[in-house]
């Protein structure tokens, strides 16, 4: 593995030494900006884009306020048709419960649809602890299975490989993990797909358990939506005996009708397609069609507690459709891994901080890996207000971290590594509340300019190593004024 995800370095760390490699910075250059050119001719064709964008902001706002009524009555809806819902309240729950249920088939291995509820838990890792074998069927999600490595963006896992890199996958890894590469097996985009499609062909006929996550989830009705372009989706869906389905708590919408505003908005925004080539919804079981028996996972995970907070919940409407990571220059910049967790970006710098919280170093950086310059908002289908939350989530680190208890108290244990902005900023308040202090502190600085680094010690030397610092003037403002207009109108 790429040693991504909880245990890395902080953001700041893991984008410098990103930066500096210059395949991945071009790979992800081309990737990024083709996507974001088709999104804007895509989006453009709609006259009432911006009323979708709301009516999908107000869709998602209105479930999540009454997210508790939509989860009983998607139970219910899902029990009648002839499935069974299972309710995790965690990463290790949800694990369990998937486990359990591929061994009550028999079966050791299971093959999956592209799903980041999946990757968010760990769940291939998890299965294989119990000597069961997932197969990843989405090509992006193959490649970077086969390659021993992480999804680097939400639609284009693979996006920081390129296609010399990929042929080089196949051809070493495809047979340990079933039908090898055919031989002479070149680049061409043809080749590599028909090697993946003839690769995967035999596990789609073999499996008899599937994995999926789901787009959306009508409560209404009690079903569930994939959306997807390979087709492989639709193969593991209907032809397994078995159909497992792990979906997060918040992609609940309370109505058919609902479906047709994000089945809009979601292709335009993440390919850039008018729809979706393949949209499958199953609703339960039905004799003789699809699987036997289905089950869903509801998964929390965080998510109540995000919920909880006023700001930070805005990233629970989010429709996974990776468009603010194209349009961000941080993302283009640093690649997925950087950010330490499956959703990178501008949206991963928001909901994975909110989802495990803010006492890893890892998650107490993403907050600040972004320049606020709110692309990601302008393009956010159903209008996240992603700097908002950022800022929100920074005061957040800066407030403090952890809780602690100390006899009988409660205690905020402060943040880590914010200990020397908050003690600039003491001084600079004491120092703004004595006016002769201030004035005696300018002086001295004009006075020993010369002495000045260019660049800050310590922790601040991250800072100055892209900027000079401000150069320090010959003379302070107030002695200028005082000097020039005599004294009158002085400042104090």
Request: proline content about 5%; overall charge positive.
């Given at each position: 593995?790429?040693?991504?995800?909880?245990?890395?370095?902080a953001?700041?760390?893991?984008?410098?030494?990103?930066?500096?490699?210059?395949t991945?910075?071009?790979?992800?250059?081309?990737?990024?900006q083709?996507?974001?050119?088709?999104?804007e001719?895509?989006?453009?064709?709609?006259?009432?884009?911006?009323?979708?964008?709301?009516a999908?902001?107000?869709?998602?706002?209105?479930?999540?306020?009454?997210?508790?009524?939509?989860?009983?009555?998607?139970?219910?809806?899902?029990?009648?048709?002839?499935?069974?819902?299972?309710?995790?309240?965690?990463?290790?729950?949800?694990?369990?419960?998937?486990?359990?249920?591929?061994?009550?088939?028999?079966?050791?291995?299971?093959?999956?649809v592209?799903?980041?509820?999946?990757?968010?838990?760990?769940?291939?890792e998890?299965?294989?602890?119990e000597?069961?074998?997932?197969?990843?069927?989405?090509?992006?999600?193959?490649?970077?299975?086969?390659g021993?490595?992480?999804?680097?963006?939400?639609?284009?896992?693979?996006?920081?490989?390129?296609?010399?890199?990929?042929?080089?996958?196949?051809?070493?890894?495809?047979?340990?993990?079933?039908r090898?590469?055919?031989?002479?097996?070149?680049?061409?985009?043809?080749?590599?797909?028909?090697?993946?499609?003839?690769?995967?062909?035999?596990?789609?006929?073999?499996?008899?358990?599937?994995?999926?996550?789901?787009?959306?989830?009508?409560?209404?009705?009690?079903?569930?939506?994939?959306?997807?372009?390979?087709?492989?989706?639709?193969?593991?869906?209907?032809?397994?005996e078995?159909?497992?389905?792990?979906?997060?708590?918040?992609?609940?919408?309370?109505?058919?009708?609902?479906?047709?505003?994000?089945?809009?908005?979601?292709?335009?925004?993440?390919t850039?397609?008018?729809?979706?080539p393949?949209?499958?919804?199953?609703?339960?079981?039905?004799?003789?069609?699809?699987p036997?028996?289905?089950?869903?996972?509801?998964?929390?995970?965080?998510?109540?507690?995000?919920?909880?907070?006023?700001?930070?919940?805005?990233?629970l409407?989010?429709?996974?459709?990776?468009?603010?990571?194209?349009v961000?220059?941080?993302?283009?910049?640093?690649g997925?891994?950087a950010?330490?967790?499956?959703?990178?970006?501008?949206?991963?710098a928001?909901?994975?901080?909110q989802?495990?919280?803010v006492?890893s170093?890892?998650?107490?950086?993403?907050?600040?890996?972004?320049?606020l310059c709110?692309?990601?908002y302008?393009?956010?289908?159903?209008?996240?207000?992603?700097?908002?939350?950022?800022?929100?989530?920074?005061?957040?680190v800066?407030?403090?971290?952890?809780?602690?208890?100390?006899?009988?108290?409660?205690?905020?244990?402060?943040?880590?590594?914010?200990?020397?902005e908050?003690?600039?900023?003491?001084?600079?308040?004491?120092?703004?509340?004595?006016?002769?202090?201030?004035?005696?502190?300018?002086?001295?600085?004009s006075?020993?300019?010369?002495?000045?680094?260019?660049?800050l010690?310590?922790?601040?030397?991250?800072?100055?190593?892209?900027r000079?610092?401000?150069?320090?003037?010959?003379?302070?403002?107030?002695?200028?004024?005082?000097?020039?207009?005599?004294g009158?109108?002085?400042?104090?």
């Open positions: 593995m790429s040693g991504t995800y909880l245990g890395m370095p953001f700041p760390k893991a984008a410098h030494e990103a930066v500096h490699d210059a991945l910075r071009g790979n992800l250059r081309h990737a990024t083709t996507i974001r050119a088709k999104r001719k895509a989006v453009v064709e709609l006259s009432d884009w911006a009323a979708l964008r709301e999908g902001k107000r869709i998602k706002d209105h479930t999540l306020r009454h997210l508790d009524r939509c989860l009983v009555q998607l139970e219910q809806s899902v029990t009648a048709a002839g499935g069974v819902v299972h309710w995790a309240a965690d990463a290790d729950e949800a694990n369990r419960i998937v486990a359990d249920l591929v061994r009550a088939t028999g079966e050791s291995e299971v093959v999956k592209k799903s980041m509820a999946t990757q968010e838990i760990g769940l291939n998890a299965l294989e602890a000597g069961i074998r997932a197969y990843e069927t989405d090509l992006a999600e193959l490649i970077v299975q086969l021993k490595d992480r999804p680097s963006h939400i639609l284009v896992p693979a996006i920081h490989r390129n296609r010399a890199e990929i042929r080089d996958i196949f051809r070493k890894e495809m047979g340990q993990w079933g090898p590469a055919p031989d002479g097996l070149t680049d061409t985009p043809a080749e590599l797909a028909e090697a993946a499609r003839l690769h995967l062909r035999e596990k789609f006929l073999r499996a008899k358990v599937g994995v999926s996550g789901a787009n959306f989830m009508v409560a209404e009705t009690g079903t569930l939506v994939v959306v997807e372009s390979e087709g492989n989706g639709r193969m593991c869906l209907t032809l397994p078995t159909l497992i389905s792990v979906v997060g708590i918040e992609k609940i919408v309370p109505t058919w009708r609902d479906l047709e505003v994000f089945l809009q908005t979601l292709p335009r925004s993440s850039a397609e008018r729809m979706n393949y949209t499958s919804m199953w609703t339960g079981t039905t004799d003789g069609d699809g036997r028996e289905f089950h869903l996972v509801l998964l929390d995970n965080g998510r109540t507690d995000t919920l909880a907070d006023q700001v930070g919940r805005q990233a409407r989010c429709i996974r459709c990776s468009a603010c990571l194209n961000c220059p941080v993302y283009e910049r640093a997925g891994h950010y330490g967790s499956v959703y990178p970006g501008p949206i991963g928001i909901l994975s901080p989802l495990r919280g006492s170093e890892i998650d107490a950086s993403l907050p600040y890996a972004s320049s709110g692309a990601c302008e393009v956010c289908p159903v209008a996240i207000d992603i700097p908002e939350v950022l800022v929100h989530l920074r005061e957040r800066v407030q403090g971290g952890e809780v602690t208890s100390r006899g009988n108290k409660v205690v905020l244990k402060p943040a880590k590594g914010h200990a020397a908050r003690a600039a900023m003491r001084a600079a308040r004491w120092a703004f509340g004595r006016p002769g202090a201030l004035r005696a502190g300018q002086r001295l600085a006075r020993t300019r010369r002495l000045h680094p260019r660049s010690p310590g922790p601040g030397r991250a800072w100055s190593a892209t000079d610092l401000p150069a320090v003037p010959q003379e302070p403002f107030r002695d200028w004024w005082q000097r020039t207009n005599g009158k109108g002085g400042a104090k």
